[in-house]
């Protein structure tokens, strides 16, 4: 009788499930990986969607509409900006709404990671491979970082632009356009050892075209003598023939206006700075210009700033010493391009131990010059912190905060045109017995020519044109920093 068991054929081995098995939770596994992935991506991209799609929908549903207004509002500022940058400007330099965004910002910061976590545990990463695991953590922790580091950084921004408005910009006044134009009395100083207050060595008026922006920058020698004041004030009063001694022998310096003003503080009644009154009057008097607000600059508060903002690029035109006259030589700035620190910026804009009053007035046009061309937006953005604290230190003024927008934008409107300069000195003006007949003439001619009324020569050159010039090569006449001083470019003049 044959085999059943030899007829059936071959035996078929029974078929292992455990590879199988290991397949299903590897794929599993990557689905889980990529969900957990898919989940963080949504909720950076828009915050709560996670939610709605795997945990809480109600958390979820009012996170997504917070954040379809907050964008909202970020279009909306952007469409604002992109059809009136004044009306922008006015909204983000406005203190209460940098208050009110501060802490929405800062809300916003600490709602985004809440979100970002909770996605992270929506996403079960402990049900992950080790590797897998820490992968996504990784990721929530980057993320986190980012978002939190971003939105804190721009409340950080919103806050210190609040303080300094507030602390700087405090002035309540404010004053109207003359003939067209905003003339800023910009003074220069520091309260060194032996001074009493802060006595201005550089003095300028930078008239703006209130429509254009267009700027000419007016520079006074701090050794400018007889100044005259106007009619019916204390000075007038006092040295009705201008600032000079009593038996007119000696005429006394522009830029001890202000220490005789605060010396004779009684004499003004309750004005809070006699100094700066005494002096606006007498700048007015000198050039013709209705002064509309002073800005008082404390130089090391200067070199604070352009430290805070990286240093600032010259094209050096002479060697120059850094020393005061009657001191030791600490160094020297080379010639050439020179991206300098705020202390060799400071030597360089105040230093005259190897020339004249002249030479440093025009050096100190070149370095306002070089910081209008090269502060961006982007760098006081990224350095506003540091700007912010250097500024409160560098400025004082009564610029209401209500006026920002308007010089904000005027200022983003000259940096598209040339800067003039016009300066009352040798040999256009003699400092010691001046004509301010021809000194108001000068400064009538600098403004019509940058308002384009007319083409006229330079308002220096119409003066010196008879006036005998002294011989000296093209190199001598290239590298003379008093170039600056007259100029319908600066930047082509530095």
């Known amino acids: 009788m044959p085999d059943d068991r030899s007829s059936a054929g071959p035996s078929v081995p029974a078929r292992s499930s455990g590879p199988t098995r290991a397949s299903a939770a590897e794929e599993s596994a990557r689905v889980q990986f990529r969900r957990a992935i898919v989940l963080l991506v949504m909720t950076l991209v828009i915050p709560g969607s996670a939610q709605i799609a795997a945990g809480n929908r109600r958390v979820g549903r009012i996170a997504v509409r917070i954040w379809a207004v907050l ?100 002035s309540e006044e404010v004053a109207d356009a003359s003939d067209g134009r905003y003339n800023v009395l910009l003074l220069g100083g520091d309260s060194g050892e032996g001074r009493e207050g802060m006595r201005p060595d550089s003095i300028n008026v930078a008239s703006v075209d209130a429509e254009s922006g267009r700027t000419v920058i007016v520079s006074l020698p701090r050794n400018l003598q007889r100044v005259p004041f106007p009619e019916g004030t204390v000075m007038h009063e006092q040295f009705p023939d201008g600032f000079i001694s009593e038996d007119e022998d000696e005429g006394f310096y522009l830029n001890g206006v202000s220490t005789w003003a605060n010396d004779h503080a009684d004499l003004f009644g309750d004005v809070a700075d006699p100094g700066l009154l005494a002096t606006t009057q007498a700048v007015e008097q000198i050039t013709g210009l209705k002064i509309s607000y002073h800005a008082s600059i404390n130089m090391q508060g200067f070199a604070q700033l352009i430290d805070a903002v990286g240093g600032v690029t010259v094209d050096v035109k002479q ?31 105040r230093s005259r131990k190897a020339d004249n009053d002249f030479a440093r007035m025009g050096r100190q046009k070149c370095v306002m010059n070089a910081m209008l061309s090269q502060l961006s937006p982007q760098k006081v953005l990224l350095n506003v912190q540091d700007i912010a604290e250097s500024s409160a230190a560098l400025l004082s003024t009564d610029i209401p905060a209500s006026e920002l927008d308007l010089f904000a934008d005027l200022a983003l409107k000259a940096r598209t045109f040339p800067v003039a300069t016009v300066s009352i000195v040798p040999p256009a003006v003699d400092t010691t017995d001046p004509n301010f007949d021809t000194v108001r003439q000068m400064v009538t001619d600098a403004v019509s020519a940058a308002e384009g009324q007319d083409e006229p020569p330079s308002a220096f050159e119409s003066v010196t044109a008879a006036l005998p010039q002294p011989e000296r090569s093209e190199e001598e006449a290239a590298a003379d920093p008093t170039l600056a001083n007259d100029t319908t470019d600066l930047a082509e003049a530095c």
């Open 71 to 170: 964008l909202g509002i970020t279009l909306l500022g952007l469409l604002v900006l992109f059809l009136s940058r004044s009306t922008f400007l006015s909204l983000v330099l406005d203190q209460r709404i940098l208050f009110l965004g501060r802490w929405i910002v800062t809300a916003a910061a600490i709602g985004w990671v809440l979100l970002l976590l909770d996605a992270w545990r929506l996403g079960m990463p402990l049900r992950l491979p080790q590797r897998r695991r820490l992968v996504v953590t990784a990721v929530n922790g980057v993320l986190c970082f980012v978002v939190a580091g971003s939105l804190l950084f721009a409340a950080n921004v919103l806050a210190a632009q609040n303080h300094l408005i507030g602390t700087v910009f405090a």
């Open 319 to 349: 060697r120059t010493p850094k020393s005061g006259i009657n001191e030791k030589t600490k160094g020297w700035i080379e010639v050439g391009e020179q991206e300098l620190n705020g202390d060799e910026a400071l030597w360089y804009a």
